[in-house]
């Protein structure tokens, strides 16, 4: 979390300015977003470590535009 508030909210390795290459938009803007299921029993499939596996309902209820805790974890991703 403080890596990314250093790097994507202070801006500081970039002296404070939004480097040029930069592009301003949503993510639908930039990838291609699909719908699928989550296996089940989805704890089957899960880990404590590695990479997170985002889900809907991490970004539901949420005030901000950014997701910060993100609980699950694929078994895959260790």
């Not at 790097?7 to 949503?26: C, H, Q």
């Not at 470590?49 to 910060?68: D, E, M």
């Amino acid at each position: 979390m403080a890596i990314f508030k250093s790097w994507f909210i202070d801006l500081e390795p970039f002296e404070n300015r939004v480097p040029s290459t930069w592009k301003n938009g949503v993510l639908g803007d930039f990838v291609e977003i699909k719908c699928g299921q989550s296996p089940r029993p989805i704890q089957k499939y899960l880990s404590n470590c590695g990479l997170h596996w985002l889900k809907i309902s991490n970004a539901i209820g949420i005030s901000s535009p950014f997701i910060s805790e993100i609980k699950d974890v694929p078994i895959s991703s260790v």
